[in-house]
């Protein structure tokens, strides 16, 4: 549907990818994400890492790794579309001015504009906290728990100009249990998130079929 999605070049360990990461809060992905480039020769690099949010905590892992980082507030404007269109053209800039080559969504809390995402279709990753195409949307949790499920997940996908409708690269299962809060179950999730994105990123760059 939509554009095509066009792969980037094949990452190596000695021409690594160019990734920036997105976040909008906490950033325990992009921790996780930084730990595993640093632990290890990886195809992938993170070069830039972008904010919606000048307060957001994670924006602090771009100074402790010496990675650049850019808190984009949303521009002031009355319209809401000008307003979307004009801070993603912001951010598009940015991502050219540093050759970026893979764009990481981890927890970043905005949807991003179809007109946005076919610049970058192929590149454009994210990972969200269920398995799609069960519970899209920002309260994934949520809806797992007030369904009565019994197991969820998280899912890393290719965003396509859908909501969380993009081409499913890998899925880790999470067991839900009948005590589980939002909170408990979001921390149960993201620690296979955590695991699962970084694994997917070093096959999606080194053109592998994604292993789990
Ligand atoms: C993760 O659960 C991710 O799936 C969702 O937002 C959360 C981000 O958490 N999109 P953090 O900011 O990385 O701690």
Redesign the pocket.
């Known amino acids: 549907m939509g554009a095509p999605y066009i792969q980037p070049r094949q990452g190596s360990i000695s021409h690594p990818l160019r990734i920036a990461v997105l976040?909008s809060?906490?950033?325990?992905?992009?921790l996780a994400l930084l730990n595993h480039q640093h632990s290890k020769p990886t195809t992938h690099i993170t070069k830039l890492i972008i904010s919606d949010n000048e307060n957001a905590k994670?924006l602090q892992y771009g100074d402790d790794f010496q990675i650049s980082t850019i808190a984009i507030n949303l521009p002031q404007s009355h319209d809401r579309v000008q307003k979307r269109i004009l801070h993603e053209n912001i951010i598009h800039e940015r991502l050219i001015e540093s050759n970026i080559e893979l764009i990481v969504l981890?927890?970043y809390m905005r949807i991003l504009t179809p007109e946005f995402v076919k610049k970058w279709k192929g590149r454009l990753i994210n990972?969200?906290?269920s398995l799609l195409p069960k519970y899209p949307g920002a309260n994934a949790q949520r809806d797992a728990l007030e369904d009565g499920a019994t197991i969820t997940g998280?899912t890393v996908h290719l965003v396509d100009e859908g909501v969380d409708t993009g081409k499913i690269l890998a899925q880790s299962e999470v067991p839900i249990l009948q005590t589980d809060t939002i909170e408990i179950l979001?921390n149960r999730?993201?620690e296979k998130?955590h695991l699962l994105y970084p694994k997917v990123l070093d096959d999606y760059c080194a053109h592998q079929s994604i292993q789990r």
């Open positions: 976040i809060g906490g950033g325990s992905g992009l994670g981890n927890g990972i969200h906290p998280c979001q999730i993201k998130e």
